[in-house]
């Protein structure tokens, strides 16, 4: 199909009405059709920036998961897995806000479209001192252990902020009952907890943290 001349529309405004849509009615709702109806606009104007469905997909999915992400504000230092931390309840904060389009996050977010904040990340654990030799490993498993923790919290039914479980009798269930009612931590918490023990964990099974100086560079 033919794009209009002239853009009738934004590639921005777009991106936020697709996840309108989605917020409202869920993934399985969202077409072309329905967007441009959304929009006030004729479904041709979106091709001007969308070759098709799954072009928009992928701008969702940067937009949730790269653009509405804040960065934290730390500088690079000793105690630089409390930035990747903060950054990592960032992302879920984005993601968990658009629960209907997590999912979209599975398809349509290649690593191609996140090699800027690759960069970004590795320079701040160079600057941190961490041993380039761990980089790749903290960076792939940041992603993976992020993506994967809050898009099974997505898939979740929202429950109160200390409910990690569904209800279980305590007589059948006698080992979990005892676990969660020992359990301090909410389920932000628990996510924070995840991200920071695997980061100092990937330290100390390298050498220790103790060792580790603020790069001059």
């Known amino acids: 199909m033919a794009r209009p001349s002239k853009p009738l529309i934004?590639?921005?405004?777009?991106?936020?009405a697709s996840i309108e849509i989605i917020d409202a009615e869920g993934i399985?709702?969202?077409?072309?059709?329905?967007?441009a109806a959304h929009m006030g606009v004729r479904a041709p104007s979106l091709y001007h920036h969308?070759?098709?469905?799954?072009?928009?997909?992928?701008?969702?999915?940067?937009?949730?998961?790269?653009?509405?992400?804040?960065?934290?504000?730390?500088?690079?230092?000793?105690?630089?897995?409390?930035y990747f931390v903060s950054l990592a309840l960032n992302f879920r904060?984005?993601?968990?806000?658009?629960r209907n389009a997590a999912t979209v996050?599975?398809?349509?977010?290649?690593?191609?479209?996140?090699?800027g904040s690759f960069e970004d990340a590795a320079r701040f654990l160079?600057?941190?001192?961490?041993?380039?030799?761990?980089?790749?490993?903290?960076?792939?498993?940041?992603?993976t252990l992020c993506i994967g923790a809050v898009l099974a919290e997505a898939a979740r039914r929202p429950r109160s902020r200390y409910a990690l479980f569904p209800p279980v009798d305590a007589e059948e269930y006698p080992y979990l009952t005892e676990a969660l009612e020992q359990n301090e931590f909410s389920v932000?918490?628990?996510?924070?907890?995840?991200?920071?023990?695997?980061l100092y964990g990937v330290i100390l099974s390298d050498g220790g943290m103790p060792e580790i100086e603020t790069s001059s560079a």
């Open 10 to 16: 934004s590639k921005t405004a777009a991106v936020e």
């Open 28 to 35: 399985n709702a969202f077409s072309l059709p329905k967007l």
């Open 50 to 82: 969308f070759a098709d469905k799954n072009e928009i997909m992928t701008a969702i999915a940067r937009h949730i998961a790269g653009k509405s992400v804040i960065k934290p504000r730390r500088t690079p230092g000793p105690d630089w897995p409390e």
């Open 93 to 98: 904060q984005s993601v968990l806000r658009h």
């Open 105 to 115: 996050l599975i398809e349509h977010l290649p690593r191609e479209t996140l090699v």
């Open 126 to 143: 160079r600057d941190s001192g961490v041993p380039t030799h761990l980089h790749v490993q903290i960076l792939d498993g940041m992603e």
């Open 188 to 198: 932000k918490e628990l996510f924070a907890a995840r991200i920071r023990n695997f």
